[in-house]
């Protein structure tokens, strides 16, 4: 309990972010738990316990992906997660359009985007996790960016086109 309460928030985040969907994430994150805790003689080193449960919540992600076949879309509880502060109403469509984005992308691409955006991981520390080549880390976090920007900017633009059919309807009644 002592190695796991400083990383909780990183692994749970972790998990919604590979899953795109909260209870998936809900259950990804038990199963890493379980996971970890039948294997914790396995840990060498205590200071990469978060990369340990990152590697396990990655792998077993993987083989649920392999034995479903399917993703699921992001639940109305993700977008719902924020609380409810008058800044939070004012931002809460921005971080809904974000989630949306996010969880559009390709596995590769969120899985590095949240490893180093959201855990804070270095591009050593993603190289090593997912066993890449730096360049490969890089190309995938500049795909995933210029993917979001674009995702983002579509929806942003749909947005004022709503808003602008939304006035026009109204100056006709």
């Not at 390709?106 to 590095?112: F, G, I, L, S, Y």
């Not at 993603?126 to 976090?141: F, M, T, W």
């Amino acid at each position: 309990m002592l190695l796991y309460k400083p990383v909780q928030r990183q692994l749970s985040a972790y998990c919604r972010a590979l899953t795109a969907d909260e209870d998936a994430a809900f259950d990804l994150l038990q199963d890493t738990l379980l996971t970890a805790f039948e294997k914790f003689d396995e840990l060498r080193k205590t200071e990469s316990f978060i990369y340990y449960l990152c590697s396990i919540a990655r792998n077993r992600h993987l083989k649920q992906k392999r034995r479903w076949k399917f993703w699921s879309s992001q639940s109305e509880t993700e977008k719902q997660s924020v609380a409810i502060t008058p800044d939070a109403i004012e931002i809460q469509p921005d971080i809904a359009l974000l989630h949306n984005a996010i969880a559009k992308l390709n596995t590769d691409q969120r899985e590095v985007l949240t490893m180093f955006h959201i855990l804070g991981f270095s591009l050593l520390e993603i190289q090593q996790q997912l066993n890449l080549s730096e360049a490969a880390v890089k190309n995938r976090l500049q795909r995933a960016r210029y993917r979001l920007r674009q995702l983002l900017s579509d929806s942003e633009s749909n947005a004022l086109q709503n808003q602008s059919s939304n006035l026009s309807k109204t100056e006709l009644i």
